[in-house]
């Protein structure tokens, strides 16, 4: 929308002095990527829109917030969190809305349309609802009071947002920028391990959309494939009770894949690079990373299926790319922390394959 576009104001009634509002408590929320500009002032139960050029006024409801505080952490996490909030907020019948959005999120998922909130006066007069819970599903949040809410935190769980999947991808659409980029890493690397041109541009063409490949083509189908090691290794996550997943399961999941198609291509984006060179040595996997993560991310979900390994990027990867998924079946132990919060139903969706 032009910059000259007219904008509608949310008339507030006149409230009197006993129940008059400090309205600097209530600094303007930014609206994104929304149109019109919706310019919010503090109001009873209804307020009056004055549009442009209209003769008469309607009423209509003040929003009712359903908002979140994304935590400070990996990209999974604040995906997963976000995705959460946006599907009990619509469930609910209420506005989604985030915190102090961070900027990165934004740079990275342009088309994102929560409400972003400042933390204020009256963000911090929000009732919470706090589930305290990781990787599993919490019913309470099927049916809230409506009400202006913070829910969190984590939130792990495709329940929350299957309804409203296809919502979530629209939104999870990375910007061309950090897109432009995965094409470049992927070419370097292909091309520096000695592909071929012609299929390094069908695989770029794969990943843009572009090319189309069949089940015994003379072309590779593209299958990405994730490795969570790094922080996993720490004896704090050990004693937590998360797990990875070793060289055989990898071996498995690709062999899934290679007894089903004639020709495949495997991405592999390793947070151990020394680790998967030395255990993965077959010809047709390209083994690198990025040093940004949702260039790593965009990577595996350009691709025609996933293997992921633990972990939520990997996740998000998987489920982004819209093709079969392979996840490791052994993800925490048992009687630990992580272990005893860990559903594997509710983490995982129904139709991803397990594998050990």
Not at 14 to 34: C, H, M, W
Not at 60 to 79: C, D, F, K, S, W
Request: charged share 20%; glycine share 6%.
């Amino acid at each position: 929308m032009s910059s000259k576009a007219n904008k509608i104001v949310i008339l507030a009634p006149r409230q009197n002095a006993t129940n008059a509002v400090n309205e600097k408590q209530f600094p303007l929320p930014e609206i994104i990527n929304s149109t019109p500009n919706i310019q919010l002032r503090p109001a009873n139960k209804t307020t009056a829109i004055a549009l442009p050029n209209a003769a008469t006024q309607r009423q209509v409801e003040a929003p009712v917030y359903l908002a979140i505080t994304l935590i400070i952490g990996r990209l999974g996490n604040v995906m997963f969190e976000y995705a959460a909030m946006f599907g009990i907020a619509k469930a609910n019948n209420m506005t989604p809305a985030v915190i102090d959005l961070d900027s990165s999120l934004i740079t990275a998922f342009p088309s994102l349309t929560a409400v972003n909130l400042p933390k204020n006066n009256f963000t911090r007069s929000f009732k919470r609802v706090i589930t305290g819970r990781d990787a599993s599903y919490d019913k309470r949040y099927e049916k809230l009071e409506r009400i202006d809410t913070v829910i969190g935190i984590y939130m792990q769980s495709w329940k929350y947002f299957w309804n409203y999947r296809e919502d979530i991808q629209r939104q999870f659409t990375f910007s061309q920028d950090v897109a432009e980029n995965a094409y470049k890493a992927v070419k370097d690397n292909m091309l520096d391990s000695n592909r071929t041109e012609a299929e390094t541009n069908h695989v770029i063409g794969v990943m843009k959309g572009l090319t189309n490949t069949t089940k015994n083509g003379a072309f590779p189908i593209l299958v990405g494939i994730h490795v969570r090691r790094g922080d996993y290794l720490s004896q704090n996550n050990i004693n937590h009770g998360f797990r990875i997943a070793d060289e055989n399961y990898l071996r498995n999941a690709m062999k899934l894949f290679l007894d089903e198609y004639r020709n495949v291509t495997f991405l592999m984006l390793c947070t151990d690079l020394a680790w998967c060179k030395e255990k993965i040595h077959t010809a047709n996997v390209i083994i690198f990373s990025t040093p940004v993560p949702a260039v790593d991310m965009c990577i595996l979900s350009k691709c025609q299926h996933v293997i992921m390994t633990v972990g939520t990027f990997g996740w998000w990867g998987a489920f982004l790319s819209g093709g079969k998924v392979v996840y490791y079946a052994s993800p925490a132990t048992s009687n630990t922390t992580y272990g005893n919060v860990l559903v594997i139903e509710d983490f995982f969706p129904p139709g991803w394959i397990a594998l050990t």
